[in-house]
């Protein structure tokens, strides 16, 4: 079967550095997307990783490794309105979108 | 208006009512979704559209049924509901299907609780 994982939940502190891993294993691959969600409002669009490498968007970046089923969102300079869910989602081979469970980020003082 | 529009935000229902959810987008996006977000759980595909026809049916209980009368419209009508559907409805659309690159534009989503 398809499959997505990410850790449920996460704890850093403002202004430091945190890495949230995605690994996965679905069949095909067309792309890995990294949404984020906060409480009550739309998940939106972050990035999207299709080659291996790190793409850097300001403060945040996203790494993808196929050869290894892995990718890791990475959130620098943490602001308290960074705290939300990052979903994670696979492309497979029919286009469809597979997801992950989310991570839930939280950011304290 | 921009964006994904969902309507309403919050609806409790008894299991023996029909009511219906909103969508609509004002992007010119040619594919619309619909999907089930429940706590801790990945996002559930239910109904894709493209151009107005239904492309995609998840194996979704018959007791929801999907209507796209228009590319910027879509709606969900809800009948004899059970307590386990209670959860987030999101609407999504995207400018086409099938391609790389296919970014989602998600509503804010419809709270629903069946009492």
């Known amino acids: 079967g398809q499959n997505i994982d990410q850790p449920t939940e996460m704890t850093a502190t403002e202004g430091a550095i945190v890495q949230i891993n995605c690994t996965y294993q679905?069949?095909?691959?067309?792309?890995l997307f990294w949404y984020q969600q906060h409480a009550g409002e739309a998940p939106t669009f972050l990035s999207y990783?299709?080659l291996d490498g790190l793409e850097e968007k300001g403060r945040f970046s996203s790494f993808l490794s196929r050869s290894k089923g892995y990718s890791y969102l990475l959130l620098k300079e943490l602001q308290m309105k960074d705290s939300a869910s990052y979903l994670c989602?696979?492309?497979?081979?029919?286009?469809?979108?597979?997801w992950g469970a989310g991570t839930k980020l939280i950011i304290k003082p | 208006e921009t964006g994904v529009t969902q309507t309403p935000r919050h609806l409790v229902m008894g299991m023996t009512n029909k009511k219906s959810l909103k969508c609509e987008q004002h992007?010119?996006?040619?594919?619309m979704y619909w999907y089930k977000q429940s706590a801790k759980k990945p996002l559930e595909l239910m109904f894709v559209?493209?151009?107005?026809?239904?492309?995609e049916n998840n194996s979704v209980p018959s007791r929801f049924s999907p209507e796209c009368p228009n590319s910027s419209h879509l709606f969900l009508h809800l009948h004899t509901l059970q307590p386990e559907d209670s959860a987030l409805y999101l609407c999504?659309?995207?400018?086409?299907?099938?391609?790389?690159?296919?970014?989602?534009?998600f509503g804010a989503g419809s709270r629903l609780t069946v009492l």
């Open positions: 990783n299709v």
């Open positions: 999504a659309s995207s400018q086409e299907l099938g391609s790389g690159a296919n970014v989602l534009t």
């Open positions: 559209y493209s151009l107005e026809e239904r492309v």
């Open positions: 679905t069949s095909g691959f067309n792309g």
């Open positions: 989602a696979v492309l497979d081979s029919n286009y469809q979108l597979i």
């Open positions: 992007l010119g996006h040619n594919a």
